[in-house]
């Protein structure tokens, strides 16, 4: 099922160069469209140095105009840029869907069929508009052949590690292969977990000790939520969202006061 | 009063292990690292050697190969591996080495560190 983002994306960037072409062929603010360019290209600067993911969508879009001004500022089909027109799909194809890159192409078509036959000669107007339309199956091959990559990447980033250690050290060639690292060192805090929670309901201790033991728990817990945070940045290309006030799982206050710097298991 | 080392470079599952075998009536001695560990088994005497694997300095392979290498003149007695390292490679290293037994520590209860304990002083 097509998700409201995609159609809604698929729309704007359709009707991104029907509003520059629009707004080039306005005699009044045509003359401006260069102008309008290197404004929106201030914009794009300044933007490149704000990190925030909200921002993607207005920074795309911002880069698109640009380019679409520049294009159009410059002659639309004699541009010397217009060779920017077959990259732009391109782009959108990998950065989002391909069905945007053919929302943006089919407008783009629309916009040079009124002037078939005018800009150069017939033959060279249509030879130029299919080669336009040869980017949509190149986008769909290129972006098949790119997932086909990262999915590789992937693959061989969980083995990566494997490079360079003897066969003769056991734990290292273990360890090496991170789904086995992954899995000892989340079995390591689990374990103490498991067996302190044992040593508090069977044991007789103090409530000094219990309470060390309650606060041992807690930290570990924490320490085993961070290291699978830390796999899933690795090794996915998602980013595991933290709250600005998580505190670190590596240091707390035993109960005579003393802080503890917690030994992690190393990741050999 | 039985002779115990614990060879243990996670603090709390090293101080967990203390407590209980100290509860049960043995001197425990603690070694946080494999290196401190072999040379603490080197000069002998332990009855029980409870050992980790994945440790710095010196892994638990690495303890079991010195201590093969240059055994103590007072020898010492049953070594339990104890480990999250839970593959046969690691286990036959282990029992090749002169380990005497190997346990998950993910499987275990502070009970079953008793038992094998208990098990080894026969």
Redesign the interface.
Known sequence: MVSFQVISKTVLYFFFPLFVFGLSSISGISKYTLHIALLCFIVAIALSFVKNAKLALIKTSINSLLILLLVGATGWFLSPFFFLLYLLPMYLGFLYVPSVAFGFLAALLIIFSFSVGDEVNLSFDIMTLLSLLLVIPLVIYLRKKFLILKQTDKDILILEEESGIKDTD??A???ANRV?NLG?TI??P???I???A??LI??DLSPK?ATEYLK?IRS?AAESLKDIRDFEGDTSANEVLENSTTKSPETFDFAGGKE?K??K??R? | MSKILIVEDDQFIREMYHLILTKDGHEVTDALDGKVGLAMAQEGGFDVILLDLMMPNLDGLGFLQGLKDKPPAKKNGTIIVLSNLAYGDAKQKALDLGATDFLVKADLDPKDVREAVKKALG
């Open positions: 056991t734990i060639t273990l360890l086995t000892v079995r390591q689990l374990s103490f498991k067996q302190a044992t040593v069977e044991e000790e041992r570990t503890l917690k030994v298991k190393p050999q």
